[in-house]
């Protein structure tokens, strides 16, 4: 910082060590990501510049932009009728430029202050730049009538110097240690607000991202559903037709083929719910159901896969519980999808337990299992779509709770999760995947599927469907 006070002053950067600062690529990337070069004058920048003029009690002041085709003057005060870019006229301080004139190359001269300003990286003061015998060289400056000259850098990423804000007089004057720190405070108030909007772009530019990518994932999953309805309802059909046929072991893969070809139909449809953005289609009308019918409809469809992996499914029927008002259909795929996960995460030998319980207008249904349990920390993400938290091998695409959550809230309920009261279960054999060239055996991947385990912390799914009306 040159000073009045007779300070020691720094050596005045030459024009090679100039050139350099000019072109060095990390301050001129950092520029044009501000996109200030793009635009025109600023009433923000007018009034931070109004702002430097009255504190500093001088007729002009100006924010300079270096890039690297030449200065361009974001805002000024008491600059009229002198061309920013070199000619010089009468001044007129006290008002606003009506206009400011971009201009693109280097000032005249082929150097303005502003560059010995970012060159140095902190406040340069002079008293009489007519005085100065390498400042009073600058074509610019003389062209301009200046005679004193304070400026501070425009610091982006603490130390990336793009511009200046420039305080000037058309007299001598002796600056102050008072001046130079109100002058960088105001320039750092002006990098704060372009580090501000440059974190609105970039975040916006995110979001822009994000959604575009969702866009089309989301097509990409609904022309994948819609291209496979047609070998699906192909294989549906064959499937009737060889269950015709009177050899039991052709009846037998006949049935295989039809579940198989229901699940997936199942998942296509999960698939275009879960990724379409649209509102599920108008509710069918609600059905009036009683609490004991509907579990005992629960017990009735998944007994069978309990059994074949070894669990007990018990139901708890109290009498007494107020019917509900719901969609059949979607209330049963509810419950299809939580206790089907409670089965499919279960060791043998486990008990997977459905309750229910009248609350106030509400009847909550519990799904208590005895498996892993998941961590108390992703419980409020694990009804997100396309979440799964790291249990070992996969059992699923990630879209069963998701439309658990959709349907419940459709009927007008909520659902939710908590840990269970078992005991923490044995953690399943490690598995390596960092190293893509040393990963598992296929038999490693086995003993980890059929490792054995006893019963687990657990989790209990809870859901509420509203109480029919009277």
């Known amino acids: 910082m040159k000073a009045s006070s007779g300070a020691v002053l720094s050596p005045v950067p030459g024009e090679p060590e100039l050139d350099a600062t000019i072109a060095g690529p990390e301050r001129l990337r950092a520029l044009r990501r501000t996109d200030l070069l793009l635009d025109g004058p ?19 002041a100006f924010i ?26 009468g001044a007129a301080p ?18 303005s202050l502003c560059h010995y300003t ?54 001598p004057r002796a600056w102050s240690a008072l001046d ?7 320039a750092r108030s002006i990098t704060r607000e372009i580090e501000l909007r440059v974190a609105m772009d970039d975040a916006v530019a995110a979001l822009d991202l994000t959604q575009r990518t969702l866009r089309e994932r989301d097509e990409a999953v609904s022309n994948l559903a819609h291209d496979l309805r047609s070998p699906l309802s192909a294989i549906s059909i064959s499937a009737v037709g060889l269950a015709r046929r009177p050899e039991p072991e ?78 059949y259909p979607q209330v049963m795929r509810v419950f299809a999808n939580l206790v089907g996960n409670a089965i499919a995460y279960s060791p043998a030998g486990t008990v997977v337990h459905v309750s229910a319980e009248h609350e106030g207008g509400f009847v909550r249904f519990c799904i208590t299992d005895q498996g892993p349990g998941i961590p108390e920390e992703f419980h409020t993400r694990v009804f997100d779509r396309h979440w799964q938290v790291e249990r070992g091998l996969s059992k699923g695409h990630g879209l069963g709770l998701a439309i658990s959550r959709l349907f419940v809230e459709e009927n007008g309920g909520s659902i939710s999760i908590s840990k269970g009261a078992g005991p923490e279960s044995p953690a399943p054999p490690a598995l390596d995947f960092s190293d893509l060239t040393k990963l598992p055996s296929m038999e490693e991947l ?18 509420t469907l509203p109480v029919a009306p009277l």
């Open 250 to 327: 052709i009846k037998n893969y006949a049935a295989i083929q039809t579940r198989a070809a229901k699940q997936m139909t199942q998942l296509i449809e999960d698939m275009r719910i879960s990724t379409s953005g649209l509102p599920l289609p108008a509710p069918r009308s609600r059905l009036v159901v009683r609490c004991d019918a509907l579990l005992a409809d629960v017990l009735h469809a998944m007994r069978a896969a309990a059994e074949a992996r070894g669990i007990l499914l018990t139901i708890d029927n109290p009498q007494g519980l107020p019917p509900v008002a719901i969609n």
């Open 180 to 186: 130079a720190e109100l002058l960088t405070e105001l």
């Open 446 to 463: 086995a003993a980890a599927e059929a490792a054995p385990s006893g019963p687990g912390v657990g989790a209990i799914l809870h859901f």
């Open 94 to 111: 006290g008002e606003a430029a009506p206009g400011l004139e971009r201009r693109e190359g280097k000032p005249a001269g082929g150097r």
């Open 42 to 60: 600023e009433s923000t920048y007018d009034r931070i510049t109004r702002l430097a003029a009255a504190l500093l009690k001088v007729p002009a």
């Open 64 to 89: 300079t932009l270096v890039g690297a085709e030449g200065d361009v003057h974001k805002a000024a005060i008491g600059m009229e009728g002198r061309d920013l870019g070199g000619a010089a006229a």
């Open 118 to 171: 970012i060159a140095s990286a902190a406040p340069l003061l002079i008293e009489d730049v007519a005085a100065d015998p390498v400042y009073g060289q600058v074509e610019s400056a003389r062209a301009l009538g200046l005679r004193a000259y304070a400026g501070a850098p425009l610091l982006l990423e603490g130390s990336l110097a793009i511009g200046s804000l420039c305080a000037v007089d058309f007299v």
